[in-house]
């Protein structure tokens, strides 16, 4: 079954002096299964990080809709957006957007206080959640005193603690040394094999050849999509590789 | 580089940053403007000239110190937001190529922009406002108004110099702070996670014993005498509990709270909480100020104009008759009245000793050390039936005993040194002699049955107080037929010069040319009060717009970040708000309570300073009048500050 829908996306800007119309998207179509993990990618400007903002429900398509389990997220009004991203979707941002007020444990359950959950749940699924990433012996500490890559799993939690249909990575790995990187991909890789639905934005070649399908966009369009299958990730590595030299040189369309 | 583009930069600059460096035009101008008033009600001869003017001069003089100091003080906070706030953008210069002394030299155009125009908006201010001010003070002060209008060229001259050495000093510390500084760091200020505060418990301990201690001075130190001695180490008492306070106990109190998992993880409380945990430890010390200044405004608010508002009754009492003296021998001043031609419709002349001493139970001891001190008016059976009208005979060993406030002595005897008085009632005369309300300590009268037993009193002080002690004194009161002021005070020289002229000790009071003196007092008092609350006020104020102005920046992250995580844009608004009025409300809060506390204390000092005006109920509705109008002043800059902060954030 599709847990995301995306039909027929358009988005266009206008910029702010003058009527120059930029389009960032032009009618993007996909569908994600549930369990599945895909990325996308594409290059700076390339309309991505406006297609996951409509994902995510923080920006309008100016045409097409985007159903979530069936339901159309253009249709929910707009007091109920906030509840509905705590409720549905989960975050993973590049620079962690953690808050630096609250302790790592308080930043993972912030969803869930915002959510009004009682205190006993909250003690139900923090600690299984910690542990498998590898953070129980860090809730206590301020984002300001661990490392990048604890953050990024401390913002990982964050997302996951909801239990979301859908979970939304924007450029996860782009603030992280390699090796953070790979441990979160890693992570990633242990969530998605429990059922969790991930969808990543990345233009790392890395982080996207952990994926099961990536989606390949330019100027607005979808260009191409590569399904890993049994290959190994770095086996999808060089495909990827090969895709986005070819789409660079102007080569390759989506079917 | 052109050197045409040094000027321009800072002119952008200044314009770009609207937001923070208009404010700080208006502060400095406000501030220009207020030394300038100030400045010319203290050295402008024409007004020490006047009658009783000096008095005026002398407190423009201590609020002219007041305003100086604290402007420096407040011009350089307010210059420290500025730069902390700009900090990034020298980062950038330097990064693109901006060497240091280009660097300097943009701040030191920006210095001089705005200085000059503080200049101007304050002189302009200043001269516009100086003469309505000066118009205002003399009718509070009850003197003519002299017409014409004059710039004081001195006051022009100290208002500059302030200026330019206050910009000087700002300017040295914003150069040393960039220029010391590199280009990486200046960049990345600001974006640096803060450390969560520590509860300092020792500091929370001394805050509750200091403000404990201010408190209850305030409420258990009855003696007006001993107040006044304490009132000012217990108000810095109360301060340093403030500032203690406000950095540790907020910290203690936030924490403990945020222990309670059960109140601590509810949407609303979570973030506030947290929030305010870190708000708390950079703003403790400002909100502290803020809750001082408060303070300050409104204990002067009250007493100022419960003083003012007290006047007439207060000289009423305190001159019952035109002129009142008292001396050894009254003959060269009755002299010199009978010379002058002036027609006596009244008079009363007694023999009477004043003196300290005081009262343990019914023995009078004297010793004037003690703060339970009080004085005693001493006087024959004879001068007592002069002043009612009705003879009175006292058996000897009978006496007359009672305070001036008509409160019943409780024992039936009084002790005084070998003699044991038998009371048989108490005062019940006419007062003609107003001194006895200039004590500060409470009064008690003494009618002895004859004029040796008053020289028996005498001796029994001159034991005592030996060169200190006081003498038996005839004590003169009258009204003349006169009625214009410049012929009562020309007879009161006559008679000061007659006495001086003579061997004849002693002194004499005019309550006509006195009162002058009173409403010149008490009016400038109340001057003084509106100035300084006024500047403290503004400067409040600022304090306040500046502190939520930067929070804005700080927060603007945080609320982003919450709404992607799923708190909706009116969520964010509420807990904003909460966020907002809890920083703001609680000084003003404090302020109240800190007021409220030091009410009973200044209610017995008000009574002595203010003869007469001993009505709680004056100083309770000044006081919430006060704090109605400062609260009200308040609420508006919240409500503008409230607004910039949420388009700031939103």
Known sequence: MNILQVENLKKTYTTRFGGNLVQALSDVSFSVEEGEYLAIMGESGSGKTTLLNILATLDKPTSGRVLLDGQDTGHIHAGRLAAFRRDHLGFVFQDFNLLDTFSLRDNILLPLVLANTPVREMDRRLPPLAESLGLEKLLDKFPYEVSGGQKQRAAVGRALITQPRLLLADEPTGALDSHAADNLLRIFDEVNQLGQTVLMVTHSTKAASHAKRVLFIKDGRLYHQLYRADQTPEQMFARISDTLSAIAAGGVRYE | ?650
């Open chain 2, 1 to 650: 580089m052109s050197n045409r583009l040094y000027p321009r930069l800072a002119l952008s600059n200044l314009r770009k940053n609207s937001r923070f460096v208009i404010p700080y035009i208006l502060a400095g101008g406000g501030a220009v403007a207020m030394l300038y008033i100030v400045g010319m009600l203290a050295m402008d001869n024409g007004l020490g000239n006047m009658f009783a003017g000096y008095w005026v001069s002398l407190l423009m003089a201590m609020g002219l110190g007041v305003v100086l100091v604290f402007g420096v003080i407040f011009m350089l906070y307010i210059n420290s937001f500025l730069q902390r706030q700009r900090l990034r953008e020298f980062g950038l210069y330097a990064v693109l190529g901006m060497e240091k002394r280009h660097i300097a030299l943009v701040l030191l155009f920006e210095t001089l922009f705005s200085g000059l125009a503080m200049l101007a908006l304050g002189l302009a201010a200043g001269l516009g406002l100086g003469k309505l001010a000066f118009l205002v003070l003399l009718r509070l002060i009850r003197l003519p108004v002299p017409l014409g209008f004059t710039v004081c060229v001195p006051a022009l001259a100290l208002c500059a110099a302030w200026l330019g050495g206050v910009l000087v000093l700002s300017l040295l510390l914003n150069l040393r702070r960039v220029l010391t500084a590199d280009p990486i760091q200046l960049l990345y200020q600001g974006r640096k996670g803060e450390r969560e505060p520590r509860t300092r418990w020792l500091l929370v301990l001394l805050g509750l014993l200091t403000l404990g201690g201010g408190y209850a001075v305030a409420w258990l130190v009855t003696s007006p005498v001993a107040l006044i001695l304490v009132f000012f180490p217990a108000a810095v008492l109360v301060i340093i509990g403030t500032y203690c306070l406000f950095t540790a106990g907020s910290v203690a109190v936030l924490k403990a709270l945020r222990r309670d998992r059960r109140y601590y993880y509810r949407p609303r409380h979570f973030i506030t909480v947290s929030g305010l945990l870190y708000r708390m430890k950079q703003n403790a010390a400002g909100l502290a100020s803020i809750c001082v200044l408060s303070t300050m405004v409104l204990v002067m608010m009250i007493c100022t104009v419960s003083l003012y508002s007290g006047i007439s009754r207060s000289l009423d009492m305190r001159y019952p008759l035109q002129f009142c003296g008292s001396m050894s021998d009254i003959t060269p001043a009755r002299q010199a009245v009978e010379a002058s031609g002036a027609r006596i419709l009244r008079q009363y002349e007694y023999d009477s000793i004043a003196f300290a001493a005081q009262l343990a139970d019914d023995v009078l001891v004297p010793d004037a050390t003690a703060d339970t001190v009080c004085e005693i008016y001493a006087l024959t059976a004879e001068g007592y039936t002069t002043l009612t009208g009705k003879t009175l005979t006292l058996e000897p060993g009978q006496i007359l005993f009672g305070s001036l406030e008509g409160e019943t002595f409780p024992w039936p005897g009084l002790t005084i040194g070998d003699t044991r008085w038998e009371i048989v009632g108490g005062w019940d005369a006419p007062i003609v002699d107003g001194r006895v309300y200039a004590y500060m300590a409470p009064v008690y009268y003494l009618v002895v049955p004859t004029r040796a037993d008053l020289e028996a009193i005498e001796r029994f002080q001159q034991q005592a107080y030996g060169e200190h002690a006081s003498a038996i004194a005839t004590v003169w009161a009258f009204d003349t037929a006169w009625t214009e002021t410049a012929d009562i005070a020309a007879l009161k020289a006559d008679i000061e010069q007659a006495v001086e002229n003579s061997d004849v000790s002693g002194w004499i009071d005019c309550g006509a040319t006195d009162r002058q003196e009173g409403y010149a007092m008490y009016g400038g008092f109340l001057f003084l009060g509106l100035t300084l609350g006024l500047v403290f006020l503004l400067a409040t104020a600022l304090i306040i717009y500046y502190k939520q102005v930067n929070e804005g920046y700080d927060d603007r992250h945080r609320f982003h970040i919450l709404q992607q995580v799923g708190m909706s844009h009116r969520e964010v608004q509420a807990t904003i708000r909460s966020q907002v009025l809890t920083v703001f409300f609680l000084p003003l809060l404090t302020a109240g309570i800190h007021t409220a506390a030091a009410f009973p204390a200044m209610t017995r000092m008000l009574s002595v300073l203010g003869i007469g005006t001993n009505r709680v109920t004056l100083y309770a509705v000044c006081g919430l009048a006060a704090f109605g109008v400062f609260s009200l002043i308040y609420v508006g800059v919240y409500a503008l500050t409230a607004r910039v902060y949420t388009r700031i954030v939103g």
